[in-house]
């Protein structure tokens, strides 16, 4: 999505074309690192970046409390799409009023680069709310899988002992 495209969008949708942006270009696996989180801080919701914050905490700790022969729970590839391998383009972004929440039902793809054939295609859904007079995100509805990034964060950070 181009910035000059962003004129035409209402609200909700440039906060979710700015995200995905962001993965885009940031976006390396797992959870995102303290730095991350200050510039998602603008487009995520308090509560969905303090989960990430426990979420940190939680992994910190599963490393340390792992036995060194025992691979630590831990997040790997992208937490914040529907696919593995994070997105390489964003396709569309369609946006849906449901009460106060908009959804963003965001079609998105992942190519390889070095094999034009290898291309994978899907649709994630984004909640967004208003919070502090501006529209942010809640939440992310993986559609392959039917999991959100709020469950799955949740359970992390629930477990005891990391599930060790």
Same mark, same amino acid.
């Given at each position: ?9 209402s ?10 942006? /962001? ?65 390489t383009?964003?396709?569309s972004?369609d946006e849906?009023?449901?009460?106060e ?20 295609? /899907? ?20 559609a392959?899988?039917?999991r ?17």
């Open positions: 999505m181009s910035s000059s495209s962003f004129c035409a969008e609200a909700p949708t440039r906060v979710a074309a700015e995200f995905y942006e /962001w993965v885009i270009g940031h976006d390396g696996g797992g959870l995102p690192k303290e730095s991350d989180l200050k510039s998602l801080k603008k487009i995520l919701s308090t509560d969905l970046v303090y989960l990430l914050h426990a979420s940190l905490a939680a992994e910190e700790r599963c490393a340390a409390l792992a036995p060194r022969d025992i691979k630590p729970l831990m997040f790997e590839g992208s937490i914040f799409v529907g696919n593995y391998e994070s997105l383009k964003v396709i972004l849906k009023k449901v009460d929440k908009f959804i963003i039902n965001a079609r998105l793809r992942n190519s390889n680069p070095k094999d034009a054939t290898d291309i994978i295609d /899907w649709l994630d859904s984004v909640t967004l709310i208003r919070e502090n007079d501006k529209y942010v995100i809640s939440n992310i509805e993986y392959n899988s039917k959100t990034l709020v469950k799955i964060l949740k359970k992390y950070i629930s477990k005891k002992e990391c599930g060790i």
